[in-house]
């Protein structure tokens, strides 16, 4: 069964990078066409909020908001695709969560989410 | 951005009752190939979010028939047609017809 697992730094410092990976279980990203790969935030009292989606071939999409900061990656080798924020501030700090998609629509599959602090 | 609202936004229950969530779309969710795109969460305790329904009215795999999504252009609803105990959390729709894709506030269903 599809599993993903983030993993990464729990504690940035204000206005460095945050970077965050998803490691996918029981299923192939380079096989796997019909999917793609988001992340999905949630800061503390607040409603989910959509980073970015890859497809397997590299394709990205981005939260306008974010754009500027954001990269998402894929790494085919290793089964695993990535999330790099840049110039992080306290509003950033939030619940970090991968998750399988079938478009941008679907997210049929989710990580147990990671918690992120921006603090100095 | 197309703005997502949903009503109540806190919903008490009863067990084996009925419940239904709204949720209202700024802009029309259809698509010219007759989907809207309308995906509903339910965030349990504790818990990442899990899909329910997606394009509107398609139920995901392994969510129980009691969960009903329904509507089409701005206006939809999510029904449970008898609640159970492991049916309180938080429920989102999530519009993802335009980019950015964009969630609702979220409604807390929990028991009386």
């Known amino acids: 069964q599809l599993q993903l697992q983030e993993s990464g730094p729990r504690l940035v410092k204000p206005s460095e990078t945050l970077s965050l990976t998803c490691t996918v279980s029981?299923?192939?990203?380079?096989?796997?066409?019909?999917?793609?790969w988001g992340w999905v935030r949630q800061p503390p009292g607040q409603r989910l909020e959509w980073i970015a989606n890859?497809?397997?071939?590299?394709?990205?999409y981005y939260n306008p908001s974010l754009k500027s900061r954001v990269t998402i990656s894929v790494d085919t080798s290793k089964n695993q695709f990535s999330l790099r924020l840049n110039s992080v501030t306290a509003s950033d700090t939030a619940v970090y969560y991968c998750?399988?998609?079938?478009?941008?629509?679907?997210?049929?599959?989710w990580g147990q989410g990671i918690t992120v602090t921006v603090s100095s | 951005d197309i703005a997502m609202t949903q009503s109540p936004l806190s919903l008490p229950v009863t067990p084996g009752e009925p419940a239904s969530i709204s949720c209202n779309s700024s802009q029309s969710l259809l698509h010219r190939n007759g989907y809207n795109y309308l995906d509903w969460y339910l965030q349990k305790p504790g818990q990442s979010p899990q899909l329910l329904i997606s394009l509107g009215s398609n139920r995901a795999s392994g969510v129980p028939d009691r969960f009903t999504g329904s509507g089409s252009g701005t206006d939809f609803t999510l029904r449970i047609n008898r609640v159970e105990a492991e049916d309180v959390g938080i429920y989102y729709c999530m519009q993802a017809l335009q980019i950015p894709v964009t969630f609702g506030p979220g409604t807390k269903v929990d028991f009386k």
């Open positions: 998750a399988r998609a079938r478009g941008l629509y679907g997210l049929d599959v």
């Open positions: 890859i497809y397997y071939n590299g394709n990205t």
């Open positions: 029981d299923a192939s990203i380079s096989s796997s066409t019909t999917s793609y």
